[in-house]
């Protein structure tokens, strides 16, 4: 029997994991997930657990190996289809990275060894109102009463880089749901000019508005809403199947070019199928870094530093360890102008002892400082032109200084959350008028 997969689609910090994460509270269906982060810090899988809030029932998966979509052809389809002999679940969901085009995944389902044991059922991409209606509506002069100014890709530049927003017209041209997420950060009138942007670019798709991807699963799972036929009449499908049997036969996902010089985990993708393969975050030229540090921040220099991050910074998340919150493990989630900072766990390492030998027993492989345990701050970078050095220096003057280090910490001012479900906003930009 096939199992239905859904494979959810958006670009950097559009809501995916909050909505996956939404989902996998409310529906009784047991879920596989497969997230595909595309930095080296699988950061999705770790969030959507939380260190000590394991779940049991579903799976997360994190995908090894950083690219889905060429290191797919052997490494993909071999989990997809070992993981369903192995696994007994109802639904698998695909979140895949912020960068991904959605047709080389969702061909691995209508072609190759996973088609047989899986039926497509949506591509699901998730839309930032507000990010969506500031690119391609906000200058559309006739907003609300004429003509759509309908955006178009741009194509590469002299450097052969493409715009971001070619890689998010391609997620909507292709999907058949689509998620407006964050409606709460546009006025009305906005949502209005973007549902009907949208509707125009893909009128195939049924368009939902959410806030913090709040969904009922049945108007998410259990829908057949793809159809190859129709989507393979979506100029950007059509491209990628005839890709398959010609050579360079199409722009965007075959091209070579020499800029291979991407993170070391992309490296033994290449090959597999016989193609060489410029990767999404290549093509868009993206950067991914990390950032580990074993010694907790500042909360003011921090809250200084989250309230001014580069704009080039396009997306930063993972665990942050801040003094004065000794058991709260946080995670810091950059996207847009906004940085949200969310108690999502507790560190191991102030548990008991018992509970504290319990979660170790179960990840074998967490680093363990003899004094701080397993607290740290673990950071996925992305930028687009991103004065990488720069950022990385800023975040380790936020470090507590050696002196600091004997300070009493519950005497720094500090704005950090504490509690869960209580998250804080930061905010680099102008404030939006949104509203
Ligand atoms: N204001 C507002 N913020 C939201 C909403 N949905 C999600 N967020 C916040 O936006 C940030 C990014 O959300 P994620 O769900 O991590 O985004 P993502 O698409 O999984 O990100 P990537 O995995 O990096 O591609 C988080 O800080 C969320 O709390 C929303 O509807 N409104």
């Known amino acids: 029997m096939s199992t239905p997969v859904t494979i959810l689609c ?28 595309v930095g080296a810090i699988n950061v999705d899988a770790d969030l959507v657990e939380a260190r000590t809030e394991l779940e049991t029932g579903e799976e997360v998966l994190a995908l090894e190996n950083g ?19 192995e696994r007994a679940f109802d639904h698998l969901v695909i979140e895949a990275s912020g960068v991904s085009e959605p047709e080389p995944i969702a061909r691995q389902f209508v072609r190759g060894p996973a088609a047989g044991s899986y039926d497509l059922e949506a591509v699901v991409t998730v839309v930032d109102a507000r990010r969506f209606f500031d690119r391609f509506a906000a200058s559309d002069a006739d907003a609300g009463d004429g003509e759509l100014d309908l955006p178009t890709p741009s194509g590469p530049d002299d450097d052969g880089t493409r715009p971001l927003e070619d890689l998010v017209l391609e997620q909507v041209e292709f999907c058949d749901l689509l998620v407006v997420n964050k409606c709460d950060l546009v006025s009305e009138a906005e ?16 368009i939902v508005t ?64 016989g193609h060489d393969h410029a990767h999404p975050p290549d093509q868009y030229g993206i950067t991914v870094d ?66 504290q030998e319990t979660y170790r027993r179960g990840q074998p ?14 950071l996925a970078l992305i930028g687009r032109d991103l004065d990488r ?42 404030p939006s008028d949104g509203n």
């Not at 690219?67 to 002999?85: A, D, Y």
């Not at 969904?215 to 989507?231: C, I, K, M, T, Y």
């Open 10 to 37: 958006g670009e950097l910090g559009a809501g995916k994991t909050t909505l996956l994460s939404s989902l996998l509270e409310s529906t009784d269906r047991e879920l596989a997930v497969l997230v595909n982060d």
């Open 67 to 85: 690219c889905i979509c060429c290191g797919i052809g052997g490494e993909f389809s071999r989990s997809v289809v070992r993981l369903q002999r």
């Open 191 to 206: 949502r209005e000019h973007v549902v009907a942007l949208l509707e125009t670019l893909q009128p195939r798709a049924e």
């Open 210 to 273: 959410t806030e913090y991807g709040s969904l009922d699963p049945p108007n998410l799972l259990g829908v057949q809403r793809f159809d190859l036929e129709s989507a393979t009449e979506a100029a950007g499908w059509k491209r990628a199947l005839e890709g398959d049997d010609e050579e360079g036969g199409h722009d965007h996902d075959h091209d070579h070019d020499d800029r291979h010089d991407h993170e070391g985990d992309h490296s033994d993708d290449r090959g597999h199928d």
């Open 290 to 355: 990390s950032y580990h540090r074993r010694r907790p921040f500042h909360p003011e220099r921090l809250t200084a530093l989250l309230e001014s991050l580069p704009t080039e910074l396009v997306r930063a998340k993972g665990l942050c360890w801040i003094a004065g919150r000794e058991r709260q493990a946080i995670t810091m989630s950059h996207a847009g102008d906004q940085t949200t900072l969310e108690v999502t766990g507790r560190w191991i390492a102030s548990l008991s002892e018992d509970r």
């Open 365 to 378: 492989d967490l680093e363990w400082d003899e004094k701080w345990g397993d607290r740290e701050t673990r």
């Open 389 to 430: 050095d720069a950022l990385l220096e800023r975040l380790d003057d936020c470090l507590l200084t050696d002196d600091e280090m004997d300070d009493d910490w519950s005497t720094f001012e500090n704005g950090a959350p504490t509690s869960t479900g209580e998250p804080i906003v930061l905010s680099s930009g102008e």
